[in-house]
């Protein structure tokens, strides 16, 4: 049999696996419990007020209390709260990110800019959630959807979380260099980009809980870092879909054209050879 925690071939009876040190799920029992069943002893659920306050208190809990939200995802609770709460706690944190490009710009792009941001967020989980739901199925996992969009609407509020973290730094590099574009545009890019390594961080350590006592594990986890870089890619295209940001005028979104990639390597290199603003 395999290990289901690292993968590695392990005799039939052992309850300690001899490579990676950890606890095998199902020794001496015929099969390993699946990841939709009770196979963790169920425990007291926190809770949160139902009030706004309470609602974005799911900052606090993805920032200090991941353990819960893991037990709670594992056993099924809340989750449609889990997922309302954190698109609640995107859409407030990735508005006031946006607000700041949007002053540190002005004109238009204050109201734009707020707008943008979220929808870029939001929209490109939408349009990634089938594909994970899909394949982990398909791969043997017993997660529900409804647990899948748990898991991953709390990784994406944790990206708008650390942007949240990032905005004072923002508006200070853009207003003490007005008008520097190339800087601006590399420099929300290497925001996002850190953000997004946290809400990955997050996802990866849910979905390997979630799986530790299955011998779906290896197979999971080769499927959610393939779909983080999926993510990756359809939201720097949605990103560059939604421009301008940093450009002072009256129009919300420009004409399709171009890629996101293409685009960045550009301003890189303008950046660098001292080309342009």
């Not at 609770?77 to 698109?87: F, I, M």
């Not at 009256?250 to 342009?276: C, D, H």
Request: net charge positive.
């Amino acid at each position: 049999m395999k290990c289901p925690q690292c993968g590695a071939d392990i005799a039939q009876d052992v309850k300690l696996c001899p490579h990676c040190q950890r606890p095998v799920a199902g020794s001496g029992n015929p099969g390993i419990p699946n990841v939709g069943q009770q196979a963790h002893p169920a425990g007291p659920s926190l809770s949160r007020p139902l009030n706004l306050v309470g609602r974005l208190g799911l900052i606090e809990w993805l920032l200090k209390n991941r353990e819960q939200i893991i037990q709670d995802i594992r056993e099924s609770r809340n989750l449609g709260r889990y997922a309302a709460d954190a698109l609640l706690v995107t859409f407030v944190c990735s508005v006031f990110y946006g607000f700041v490009v949007g002053i540190s710009v002005g004109g238009w792009q204050i109201l734009f800019d707020p707008l943008k941001v979220p929808w870029v967020l939001v929209f490109t989980l939408l349009l990634c959630l089938p594909t994970l739901y899909v394949f982990s199925a398909y791969l043997g996992s017993g997660l529900t959807l409804a647990q899948v969009g748990a898991v991953t609407f709390g990784a994406t509020a944790m990206v708008s979380v650390i942007l949240l973290a990032f905005a004072p730094v923002t508006w200070f590099f853009m207003f003490t260099a007005p008008g520097s574009h190339h800087f601006a545009v590399l420099l929300n890019v290497a925001v996002f980009a850190v953000a997004g390594a946290f809400g990955a961080g997050f996802l990866m350590r849910v979905m390997r809980e979630l799986h530790a006592q299955t011998g779906e594990l290896p197979r999971v986890r080769r499927l959610v870092r393939w779909w983080i870089v999926l993510y990756a890619i359809v939201g720097a295209q949605m990103a560059w879909l939604l421009r301008p940001y940093f450009t002072v005028t009256e129009v919300f979104i420009r004409p399709r054209g171009g890629n996101f990639f293409v685009a960045v390597m550009q301003t890189i290199f303008e950046f660098l050879s001292g080309q342009g603003r």
